[in-house]
């Protein structure tokens, strides 16, 4: 089970209604993710995209030579998300207490 689908079954368990009380986004548009109840909103990644750029860079590590040492040094790609917007969130508001 997902995080998301385990905070959504913790929020029922807890008698809390997901909308009414809280929302909730999930991490990568996985199966299931779409027909569950309610449908999970979810930021999609471009998983195989992912995949691809690191099995590159690795291959490119073990390529310049046997005998190199990992630097530690992280390597950032940019790569194109998007929202799977569903039945788990709202837009955000402001909850700050207004002046009186």
Do not use: W
């Amino acid at each position: 089970m997902g995080a998301g689908r385990g905070a959504i079954y913790a929020t029922f368990q807890r008698g809390l209604r997901v909308l009414e009380d809280l929302s909730v986004l999930g991490i990568g548009d996985f199966k299931g993710s779409k027909e569950m109840e309610p449908a999970l909103t979810t930021i999609r990644f471009p998983a195989e995209e992912i995949g691809g750029l690191a099995g590159r860079e690795m291959c490119g590590l073990i390529a310049q030579s046997e005998g190199v040492k990992a630097t530690g040094q992280l390597v950032r790609r940019k790569c194109q998300i998007s929202l799977a917007e569903r039945a788990t969130c709202l837009p955000a508001r402001d909850l700050r207490p207004s002046d009186p």
